[in-house]
């Protein structure tokens, strides 16, 4: 059996089918939807993926690395997923730093002075 891209099926069905239900049911779905609907879903979402990647390296050509800058540049006439992309990479960068600056001595030191996960009291 071939997906109708001409490709052989996955095997990783229902590596979505969690998040796929619970983003129906977030647009309005039943909290439970039919099985066949996620399954058509999860192949569009494969396929659109998948196309996005082979786009990629197209765009890529012969340098065989693909970039963040490739997938811009295939979303450059959609300016909302464009959008929604350098959204999600400031937020990843945003979250890096976070990250970096945290120290994590600092939560010991915390923990042993009566910091987190430690009960304090207080004399009046």
Known sequence: ???????????????FAKDLSQLMYGFGDVPNP???????????VID????????????AGSRNKVRVEDFKFILRNDPK?????????????DIKKARQSFDPREMEVA???????????FEF
């Not at 659109?48 to 765009?59: E, G």
């Open 81 to 93: 997923k464009l959008a929604r992309v350098e959204e999600l990479l400031y937020m990843s960068e």
């Open 1 to 15: 059996m071939e997906s109708r891209r001409g490709r052989p099926p996955k095997e990783k069905k229902g590596l």
């Open 48 to 59: 659109y993926i998948t196309d996005m990647c082979i786009k990629a390296s197209q765009v």
């Open 34 to 44: 039919a099985p066949d609907t996620v399954n058509v879903l999860e192949e569009m």
């Open 111 to 121: 923990k042993g002075a009566g910091g987190v996960g430690e009960s304090s009291k």
